[in-house]
Structures are given as structure tokens and as C-alpha cells.
């Protein structure tokens, strides 16, 4: 084993799965890792790739050793992230993942001076939505460097994988977020809507907690930051009326049994979806006098989208393209990033 060999932990995953598998196609034979013996030993038999089975509860420096990087595909990273960082720094580790969640970006993003003494590369967020996302919100801030404002939107079809929708179990108890003033500020569950004018028409979106609060203040310094989703008019109203049941999900009891639903009805999209879906980004910033840029991006799947970043993310890290201490999509690649990726449009900017 050399100092380039890698692994996935969470390859059983939807998303590590096809991470794998993207991976094969691009020569690589990364180690496949997990918890779950069963379902990592019958991915690796599948795939004909090696694999291993531990847990992040327990000591797994070990695991590392003579590692290149990890992709860490497991969530929720609430939960799964830090302790593999905390490896990562002890072991001379490179580390990427797909995480959405802001409070893992911010825990992240602290660890900055910590990463650079380690000499490790600590890449966060190079899945979807942040990759696109995040190369828009860097395209916009270099076309108006003294934007003050940035409101980012994702839309197109979109379907949920069983970890996405565990981990949105987990996120949405905390109510919605904004960046207000530089500082996160929490803000009710579908606080704002508007209607945006994707590339391929206008549709209703409304405001979410995701993680751009987060990754595009760190890679733009832009202190006033919303970002949305596309809904329909009916589901913005259906959430609006029943925000005061989601108080319950903050009890233990009833995020399990919502994440044993999930397990039994949530597959992710089929593989026709993954061929043939797009999604769509829009962007835009403001400054003080009013001048205003937008950019619109279209995209494959958002789960193939994060298998081509993912990917295209390790072989930058592998490739010692990117310095050590903590990033950003765009902050480790550049904003064009994203328009390197298969299927993935040229950043228009307005």
C-alpha cells in the first residue's frame, strides 16, 4: 500500500456507492469502509475492490495508516465528522467530504490553524449542493467585489437518497438560517420565498438552512447570505401551517421511528433519474449602491453531481494541488470548479 491509496467510509451509502463506482471508472481502486460488514463485503465483492469494517466509535487511527485521504460519505456528519477530522490530524491524513450541514462547516472551518500545522488538506462540502453553489457564489463575488448581499437558489429535479432525508430529520428542528451582518442568525422554517428565474423558467422557491450559510461566507466574505429551494406554492403553505409540530422532531424518540420510515420507503433516485436529471442553480449579489450580478448554472443529478466532484475533488488532493489547512469548494479548486465537472454548463453571469 502507498501513500495514494485512499478510502470511502460510508461506501454503502447511495452516495458513496456511486462515488465508487465513479472512481472505478477513472482508475482508481479505492478501499471501501463502513460499519456494516454485511452490506461493505457484498459492495466490495460486487465491485471487486478491498474493503474494510470499523467503527467511529472506536479507535481507527490505525485505519489510516499509509492512507492518502478519505472521502467520508457517512452522516449524519453531525455525528460522524469531527472524529474522523480528529484522525485525520493525527495521522497526516487528507480529508473531503459530503457534508450539508452548517454546524459541521463551522466546527470545521475553527480547525483551520490545526490542519496547516498537520499538513493536511481538510476539503468540506464537495458534494452537492455546495460544489455548484459555492463556484456561483465565487464567480458573482470576483464580478461584484463589494456585494454586501448574496442570495443562492437550487432547483430542477430533485429527488432524496436515505441519507439526505436523515440527515434533513436532523436539521430541521433547528429552525431555518441566514447569514445576517456576518453572523448566522436563526430564522423561522420557510422564514422567506420568491420566485427565481432559474435558466430554464421562474419557479417558486423558499428559504433553507443549508450549508452555503456557511461555505460562502468563508469562500466570499459576503456578510448577508440567504439561500433557497424550489417548492411549490402548496408545500411552502403546508410547511408554514405545521411549523409548530416540528418541535417534535426534536425528540429522540420521534426521529427514530421517522428514520425507520425512511429506511423502509426512501431508495434515491433510479438510474434512469441519474441519467437523465438536471438541476439548476441561480446566484445573485448586490452591493450598497445598488449594483446587482447574477449567474445561472445547470447541472446533472445532484447525487451524479457529487460522484463527479467527488472524485475530480480527491484526485486535486491526491494530486497535491491543494494546501493544507481548510476549505471550501471554490477556496480549494477555484470558482470554475464546477464547470469541469461531466454535464455541468458554463457559469452564465448577468
Not at 466490495?44 to 469494517?53: K, Q
Request: hydrophobic share 45%.
Amino acid at each position: 500500500m502507498t501513500r495514494t491509496s485512499w478510502m470511502i467510509y460510508g461506501a454503502n451509502g447511495y452516495t458513496g456507492r456511486l462515488i465508487a463506482e465513479h472512481a472505478m471508472r477513472r482508475g482508481h481502486a479505492p478501499i471501501l469502509a463502513g460499519r456494516n460488514s454485511r452490506a461493505i463485503g457484498a459492495l466490495a465483492t460486487e465491485l471487486g475492490l478491498p474493503y474494510r469494517v470499523f467503527s467511529l466509535d472506536d479507535d481507527f487511527d490505525h485505519e489510516l495508516a499509509g492512507l492518502a485521504a478519505i472521502v467520508l460519505a457517512a452522516g449524519p456528519f453531525s455525528a460522524t465528522s469531527a472524529c474522523v477530522v480528529d484522525a485525520c490530524l493525527r495521522t497526516g491524513t487528507h480529508y473531503l467530504d459530503i457534508n450539508g450541514d452548517i454546524s459541521v462547516f463551522e466546527a470545521i472551518f475553527a480547525r483551520d490553524a490545526e490542519a496547516q500545522r498537520a499538513a493536511c488538506a481538510v476539503v468540506t462540502g464537495v458534494g452537492f449542493d455546495v460544489v455548484p453553489t459555492d463556484c456561483i457564489a465565487a464567480r458573482l463575488h470576483e464580478a461584484l467585489p463589494d456585494a454586501d448581499h448574496l442570495e443562492l437558489a437550487f432547483g430542477g429535479q430533485m429527488s432524496a437518497s436515505q441519507g439526505t432525508s436523515k440527515a434533513t430529520i436532523e436539521i430541521i428542528p433547528r429552525g431555518g438560517a441566514i447569514r445576517d451582518r456576518g453572523e448566522i442568525r436563526i430564522v423561522p422554517n420557510g422564514w422567506r420565498s420568491q420566485l427565481v428565474p432559474f435558466a430554464g423558467g421562474a419557479r417558486h422557491t423558499v428559504s433553507v438552512p443549508w450549508g452555503d450559510i456557511s461555505t460562502a461566507y468563508r469562500s466570499t466574505g459576503i456578510p448577508n447570505i440567504a439561500v433557497y429551494m424550489q417548492m411549490s406554492r402548496l408545500a411552502i403553505g403546508a410547511m408554514r401551517l405545521f411549523r409548530p409540530l416540528i418541535g417534535l422532531l426534536k425528540l429522540r424518540a420521534v426521529r427514530h421511528a421517522m428514520r425507520k420510515l425512511i429506511e423502509w420507503t426512501v431508495r434515491g433516485p433510479n438510474a434512469h433519474a441519474l441519467a437523465t436529471a438536471r438541476t439548476e442553480i441561480w446566484g445573485r449579489v448586490t452591493n450598497a449602491r445598488g449594483d446587482m450580478r447574477t449567474a445561472t448554472l445547470r447541472c446533472p443529478d445532484g447525487y451524479q453531481l457529487s460522484a463527479y466532484a467527488g472524485v475530480a475533488a480527491l484526485e486535486r488532493v491526491l494530486a497535491g494541488a491543494v494546501a493544507a489547512g481548510t476549505h471550501t469548494p471554490s477556496t480549494a479548486f477555484g470558482a470554475s470548479f464546477v464547470e469541469m465537472l461531466p454535464g455541468c454548463e458554463p457559469i452564465a453571469i448577468r
